[in-house]
């Protein structure tokens, strides 16, 4: 962290992607943390996660936003109790139940407003288009479009943009960056499932473990069961 | 309402604008609306004023969120205790303490994750361009920007659109075309700063009664104080 270096905001949900593109943010910018508790089943865990990444990285400047009207408007196997989470079907092209609708405007318009009050030119996202079981607001073109609200809706003078850095990669290139870069994944979450041991069978876990095994690396989590994914 | 006609969610804040725009909207669409609580210091007397607008228009679908976050985040007088609300100077072109950061995206985000759940196709959103004051997202293109991300953000088969009827209205066209639509403007509340007697000297109060006196009709609110802008 240098003062001279401009500030970013960063989305920590506490898993695996975010913390990558908080190492990449870090090389660049002074970093202020985002969480947002959207009311899913393991809000917990990831608020844990959050807290040991933001102690690891020497991050101060840190808010935690409660977004669970998204729970209340429902639509979500990750916010609603009445809706399974599906196993993962990683050749599945469907758009997964695990969808919370529109849920990436709902955070960049919260990070967008923080990052105008505390003066961040950057709002990095951990976004991945291919690995992302299809979710709409995870596109590059939705981020293209969201930065030209940005531009319209602040003040003049304010200029924020919208960094995805590993939006490309696969998620063993993620791995395989954020151990390059020293990011302390042992410290994440991933698993939509549970709270404790990872169940390694819901879409995250299975995207994860995947990863790991294609990196040839192995996952330091603990898992209720280890399938081999190929 | 005719279930025969889409359907359209409403954003209403309690005040002038959006009940005129309800009344618009309330032409071609079956209604359901949508308030937001942003913290603001007349939250209470605008939700009242919402929900005596969803009964007067008959609307059932109504959803209240809590967006307070905004008020945490700060940055502006109707959010934050320590600054003081500035009273009214309609000549001034600069943004006012009164804006908060990004608002208008932080609400049009939860409004279509609402109605991608309950299936409308179209939005109404009461802003106003010339008399906003200012606020960069008020103005046409933000909203132009906002449709773009709307369809890279949402899937592939919902089609939402937002409408803005009166943005390009004065305030004496919008009391005028209430009155014609027989919109019921003595329900609503616009002081940004008392829950019971309007104060009159606020920048909301002000572009309303200069509206009234414009549009040369009486307001029906109470007022502590009815200055007479030019």
Redesign the interface.
């Known amino acids: 962290m240098n003062s001279i270096q401009p500030k970013a905001v960063v989305l920590v949900s506490g898993g695996l992607d975010s913390c990558v593109t908080a190492a990449i943010a870090n090389r660049t910018h002074q970093l202020a943390f985002l969480h947002l508790n959207y009311g899913q089943r393991t809000e917990q865990r990831e608020r844990q996660a959050f807290e040991d990444l933001a102690r690891d990285f020497g991050v101060t400047e840190c808010?935690n936003?409660?977004?669970t009207?998204?729970a209340?408007?429902?639509?979500s196997s990750l916010t609603d109790p009445g809706m399974a989470v599906t196993e993962a079907d990683l050749e599945n092209k469907e758009?997964p139940s695990s969808?919370?609708?529109?849920?990436?405007?709902?955070i960049?318009?919260?990070a967008?407003?923080?990052a105008?009050?505390i003066g961040a030119t950057a709002l990095f996202i951990g976004a991945v288009a291919e690995d992302s079981s299809g979710y709409?607001?995870c596109?590059p073109?939705?981020f293209?479009?969201?930065n030209?609200?940005?531009?319209?809706?602040?003040?003049?003078d304010t200029h924020i943009r919208i960094h995805t850095p590993i939006i490309h990669m696969s998620k063993a290139e993620i791995i395989k960056t954020g151990i390059d870069l020293n990011a302390p994944l042992d410290q994440t979450w991933s698993c939509y499932q549970s709270n404790d041991v990872a169940c390694g069978v819901c879409d995250s876990c299975a995207l994860r473990l995947r990863g790991f095994q294609r990196a040839g690396l192995p996952d330091p989590l603990p898992y209720a069961t280890r399938p081999v994914y190929t």
Chains 1, 2 share one sequence.
């Open positions: 808010l936003v409660d977004v009207h998204l209340r408007i429902g639509g758009i969808y919370v609708p529109f849920r990436n405007a709902n960049l318009a919260v967008v407003s923080w105008e009050v709409p607001d596109r073109e939705f293209e479009h969201f030209h609200v940005i531009d319209a809706g602040t003040k003049p």
